[in-house]
């Protein structure tokens, strides 16, 4: 926690998810049960039609409860038994967004995870819900 607690309003491009380093939000909140990260839509996150492209914002929302989920403290990697995703609105390019997740149920082997993607505005872009099992995987063992 005190790691992450550092990382607030730092580019997030030096984590274990490739994937998130390619995103390359930056943390604006986070503690035991909610994380929120900022992101800036780009060109290349964006499909032919130049709004962003809902497997990326698929990708926001899992990376964000992923890390929430590791903040939360489990000594065991967790990974996703689903994701579930409404899109709701568009987002275009220049455009800040931020994705929240909210722990709402830690359970002995399952997490529950429900997140969002607002604009600067407030309108809401998207919505996820999602549960995360418990591996045999211990985060130490991870490297």
């Keep these: 926690m005190d790691y ?3 990382q607030v309003g730092k580019t997030l491009d030096q984590t ?3 994937a998130g380093n390619w995103l390359a939000g930056t943390l604006l909140k986070v503690d ?3 994380i ?5 839509v780009r060109p290349e996150l ?4 130049r709004v962003l492209h809902g497997g990326i914002a698929s990708l926001m929302l899992d990376d964000v409860i992923g890390m929430g989920n590791f903040v939360a403290g489990s000594e ?4 996703s038994i689903n994701l579930s995703v409404d899109f709701l609105s568009a987002a275009q390019v220049g455009e800040r967004l931020e994705v929240s997740a909210r722990l709402v149920r830690s359970g ?3 997490n529950h995870w429900e997140a969002e993607i607002r604009k600067e ?4 872009v998207a919505k996820a819900s999602s549960n995360l099992i418990k591996t045999h995987v211990r985060i130490s063992e991870l490297g």
Aim: hydrophobic share 30%; charged share 20%; aromatic share 10%.
């Design 76 to 79: 065991f990697l967790m990974t």
């Design 16 to 18: 274990p998810s490739a």
């Design 46 to 49: 964006c499909n032919p039609g």
């Design 108 to 110: 002995t082997n399952v």
């Design 4 to 6: 992450f607690r550092s």
């Design 121 to 124: 505005s407030g309108k809401l």
């Design 32 to 34: 035991e049960h909610e």
């Design 36 to 40: 929120r990260v900022a992101y800036r």
